[in-house]
């Protein structure tokens, strides 16, 4: 299943038209986290500093507990996850 950064489905009509509301927001060493809703696994934002100087901002999908050490990827871009009743 295709999803966009705030973890709508290709098929949904917000798909990458539509952005919420932080739940979540923490730092960690210079790194901001956000995330977007209650579930165990959700989409989770980065904002940090590449070695310019320059703000990037990343999105994973994954557990909150878990937002340091997820993959992330631009902003932009979707990710595929496990439909899920698959999981």
């Not at 917000?14 to 696994?41: S, W």
């Not at 901002?57 to 997820?70: F, V």
Request: charged share 35%; hydrophobic share 35%.
């Amino acid at each position: 299943m295709q999803i966009d950064c705030y973890g709508f489905e290709a098929t949904s009509q917000f798909f990458k038209r539509k952005e919420l509301d932080a739940h979540l927001v923490k730092r960690v060493d210079g790194v901001l986290y956000v995330c977007f809703g209650n579930e165990e696994e959700r989409p989770i934002h980065r904002l940090d500093k590449d070695e310019h100087g320059s703000v990037r901002l990343m999105w994973a999908y994954g557990k909150w507990e878990d937002a340091e050490s997820l993959r992330y990827i631009p902003i932009n871009d979707t990710m595929e996850i496990k439909d899920p009743e698959d999981r």
